[in-house]
């Protein structure tokens, strides 16, 4: 039976380490980190993450602001807006939530920010620094992931570890990051996606099996090894009929994966608060190069 790699444990410790240094900043005459948040339309799920890192900058103490447009926003005022986010050095760090409608172009947006405060870390210049294995900001659910394999001490030097999923903010990140020269890392990285042949195949045979492919309960018991370790980065809404009128289902079924699982992932309390937690680490780090080195 799997240990939980438990990340709501975890993504709290580091919120706690966060505060106490604010608490250190604030107490020596400084002005608190501030993030500020960019979000487009009505989507349900990215107005419900923003209003969650807006609760987290208020636990942590950090200043935080929330800007909204409506869905019908045109690229260029929402570039004018970066262009202003870029130049106020009251604003460490900011983040666009990402879906953005049709009309507006995410690259051009991406690339607009300011990489030094790009603390999603999904600028170009980020993305490539962190492939290069130079100090950067690393995209927050990658970093979530590491930072949880890190504090429970998993080995992963040697292992095998297969990535589900190849997206730009968490699949391909991940692979890069599993075989860096480092710890975590060190692995042998095989990342599959939709157009692989037989998924079971890699997943049978992998140490480490990493799933970011919002497929509710897709990795079942049978599709791993015994002794493997498990983390679930699937966050998929899933009507029911309880009040909210949904659950979050993650990528992997739980129980019959926890049965042979050595560490699993659980969701919620696993990835999702650690990507959140790293989103603070990413905006004191912008902070600290950006205020102290004025
Ligand atoms: N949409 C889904 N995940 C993310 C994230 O980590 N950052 C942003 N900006 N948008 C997202």
């Not at 636990?59 to 570039?79: A, D």
């Not at 690393?138 to 999923?165: H, M, Q, S, W």
């Not at 157009?195 to 897709?218: N, S």
Request: with cysteine; aromatic share 6%.
């Amino acid at each position: 039976m799997a240990e939980i790699l438990d990340g709501l444990k975890v993504s709290k410790e580091i919120k706690q380490e966060i505060k106490a240094e604010v608490e250190k900043i604030v107490a020596g005459k400084r002005r608190a980190p501030h993030l500020v948040a960019i979000l487009v339309g009505n989507n349900g799920a990215s107005k419900a993450y923003v209003n969650a890192k807006v609760k987290d900058c208020e636990e942590v103490g950090f200043q935080s602001s929330l800007i909204k447009f409506p869905s019908t926003v045109s690229e260029s005022e929402l570039l004018e807006k970066i262009e202003e986010l870029n130049k106020d050095k009251s604003v460490d760090g900011f983040i666009v939530q990402l879906p953005l409608p049709d009309q507006v172009d995410q690259e051009k947006i991406i690339n607009a920010i300011d990489p030094r405060k790009d603390v999603d870390g999904f600028h170009p210049t980020n993305f490539g620094k962190m492939a290069l294995e130079m100090d950067t900001f690393l995209p927050a659910t990658p970093f979530g992931i590491l930072t949880l394999l890190e504090r429970y001490n998993i080995e992963t030097k040697g292992k095998d570890c297969v990535i589900i999923g190849r997206s730009k903010i968490v699949g391909r990140p991940m692979s890069i990051l599993m075989g860096r020269k480092d710890f975590p890392g060190n692995s042998t990285v095989t990342l599959t996606h939709s157009y692989t042949k037989d998924i079971e195949e890699y997943t049978k045979k992998a140490d480490i099996v990493i799933t970011a492919l919002g497929d509710p309960h897709f990795l079942k018991g049978d599709m791993i090894k015994d002794g493997a370790v498990i983390v679930d980065v699937g966050i998929t809404r899933v009507d029911d009929d309880s009040p909210k009128g949904y659950y979050l289902a993650g990528d992997v079924d739980f129980d019959s994966c926890a049965a042979k699982a050595s560490w699993i992932t659980p969701v919620p309390g696993g990835v999702g608060p650690m990507t959140r937690a790293m989103l603070m680490k990413n905006t004191i780090i912008a902070y600290k190069t950006s205020v102290y080195n004025d």
